[in-house]
T-cell receptor, first 112, second 115 residues
Framework: GENVEQHPSTLSVQEGDSAVIKCTYS??????FPWYKQELGKRPQLIID?????GEKKDQRIAVTLNKTAKHFSLHITETQPEDSAVYFC???????????FGTGTSLTVIP | GAVVSQHPSRVICKSGTSVKIECRSL??????MFWYRQFPKQSLMLMAT?????????EQGVEKDKFLINHASLTLSTLTVTSAHPEDSSFYIC???????????FGPGTRLTVL
């Protein structure tokens, strides 16, 4: 089955700086890669996703890049704010409606 | 966006009892629902895929007789933790597939504590 690895496990940045989280996957059939933000005790919230037919997608301060050849994708958050502090999970799937295989999570702390 | 609910949100039970968790899609028909388990400060682990009207597909290492899944209608899937033990204490989250558009929505989760 699919194996998704995520780094780093924890990340602290100063407010206003950028944060980058990286994931790798093992199954070349995967072609949908969502990113979720989860606050303590709450459900994961989709923040951005990318499909294999594009290499980059941006939504305001958040961007995701995908390298299918190397089987890795990354989340970039610019101009970080304290409210960005949360745990972020990457995931891989063969389709948006299929089961997701999650990375191990990154606990992001934005220091005011 | 679409709404997925879970009930109960929190449950505390004694060891040896069974606990049923419901996952409902409130404004769409979900042919497929997924059940995940999350330990504190850890990732979401896929437990099983639940298809309406058929048997669930369990991930490797998940005991199907321990975690009973039923998907009797297009809006409801249930997870029953049978003969619960303290090691079953966890956060259980479901997600439901909305076929149009083809995306998933997560429920709010159920925190199970087995004493």
């Amino acid at each position: 089955g699919e194996n998704v690895e995520q780094h780093p496990s924890t990340l602290s940045v100063q407010e206003g700086d950028s944060a980058v989280i990286k994931c790798t996957y093992s199954d070349s059939a995967s072609n949908y890669f969502p990113w979720y933000k989860q606050e303590l005790g709450k459900r994961p919230q989709l923040i951005i996703d990318i499909r294999s037919n594009v290499g980059e997608k941006k939504d305001q301060r958040i961007a995701v890049t995908l390298n299918k050849t190397a089987k890795h994708f990354s989340l970039h958050i610019t101009e970080t704010q304290p409210e960005d502090s949360a745990v972020y999970f990457c995931a891989a799937s063969i389709a948006t409606g299929n089961q997701f295989y999650f990375g191990t999570g990154t606990s992001l702390t934005v220091i005011p | 966006g679409a709404v997925v609910s879970q009930h109960p949100s929190r449950v505390i039970c004694k060891s040896g009892t069974s606990v049923k968790i419901e996952c409902r899609s409130l404004d769409f028909q979900a042919t497929t629902m997924f059940w995940y388990r999350q330990f504190p400060k850890q990732s979401l682990m896929l437990m099983a895929t639940s298809n309406e009207g058929s048997k669930a597909t369990y991930e490797q290492g998940v005991e199907k007789d321990k975690f009973l899944i039923n998907h009797a209608s297009l809006t409801l899937s249930t997870l029953t933790v049978t003969s619960a033990h303290p090691e079953d204490s966890s956060f259980y989250i479901c997600s439901a597939r909305d076929p149009a558009p083809d995306t998933q929505y997560f429920g709010p989760g159920t925190r199970l504590t087995v004493l």
